[in-house]
């Protein structure tokens, strides 16, 4: 028994999958053959999609077919390189040392000093004399028939500078003698309460 329309069935089915197959082939995605150019250093590049094409459907018509392949490109700001100036030396002007004192000053011209004794009393008691000069004293004992003398003193009272002898009046007698600055006492060692005074060194 022969079926005439399972033949005809059987030929119709193997046409449709040989028109299927040259649908597949004939509609492949155009975009594998893109060449996509490759992004700048810190590009994002953008992923394309390829339509999945099945057996069954339809040929995509090209519109739905063509991928656009975009290319975002995102530059850094640039970065200005700013040269530092580099700082000036200031030429500060150094002040000539001052010129060395190679000079000694002479010594104070030496000084007279006169001192008298005249009823238990000196005259004058006191006398400003300069520090470091050489001083000649004369000491001149005018009180009749009494004996006086002259002692110079330092800072101690047993610390005696210069002195005279004691004498009877009339009678003089010089000394010499140099000061530091400072105040110095003189007595008569016979009347020590009645006769003393001072001499100024300065």
Same mark, same amino acid.
């Given at each position: 028994?022969?079926? #005439?329309?399972?033949?005809?069935?059987?030929? $119709? $089915?193997?046409?449709?999958?040989?028109?299927?197959?040259? $649908?597949?082939?004939?509609?492949?995605?155009? @975009?594998?053959?893109?060449?996509?150019?490759?992004?700048? #250093?810190?590009?994002?590049?953008?992923? @394309?999609?390829?339509?999945?094409?099945?057996?069954?459907?339809?040929?995509?018509?090209?519109?739905?077919?063509t991928t656009e392949v975009a290319i975002a490109t995102i530059s850094a700001p640039a970065v200005e390189d700013t040269p530092t100036p580099a700082p000036q030396a200031q030429n500060t002007?150094?002040?000539?040392?001052?010129?060395?004192?190679?000079?000694?000053?002479?010594?104070?011209?030496?000084?007279?000093?006169?001192?008298?004794?005249?009823?238990?009393?000196?005259?004058?008691?006191?006398?400003?004399?300069?520090?470091?000069?050489?001083?000649?004293?004369?000491?001149?004992?005018q009180d009749e028939g009494v004996m006086h003398d002259f002692v110079l003193y330092g800072s101690g009272a047993s610390s005696v500078i210069a002195s005279t002898t004691i004498a009877m009046?009339?009678?003089?007698?010089?000394?010499?003698?140099?000061?530091?600055?400072?105040?110095?006492?003189?007595?008569?060692?016979?009347?020590?309460?009645?006769?003393?005074?001072? $001499?100024?060194?300065?």
């Open positions: 028994m022969r079926y #005439p329309n399972m033949s005809r069935r059987m030929a $119709l $089915l193997a046409a449709g999958v040989v028109a299927s197959v040259v $649908l597949i082939a004939c509609g492949r995605d155009s @975009a594998d053959d893109v060449d996509i150019p490759t992004a700048a #250093p810190g590009a994002v590049r953008a992923t @394309a999609t390829r339509p999945v094409v099945s057996p069954t459907s339809a040929p995509a018509s090209p519109a739905a077919t002007p150094v002040p000539p040392p001052p010129p060395a004192n190679t000079q000694v000053p002479p010594p104070p011209a030496g000084v007279t000093v006169y001192i008298k004794a005249v009823t238990t009393a000196f005259s004058p008691s006191s006398a400003t004399v300069p520090a470091g000069a050489t001083v000649t004293l004369t000491f001149d004992n009046a009339p009678d003089s007698q010089t000394i010499t003698f140099t000061l530091q600055p400072g105040q110095y006492a003189f007595k008569c060692s016979v009347h020590p309460r009645e006769m003393n005074g001072a $001499l100024n060194a300065q």
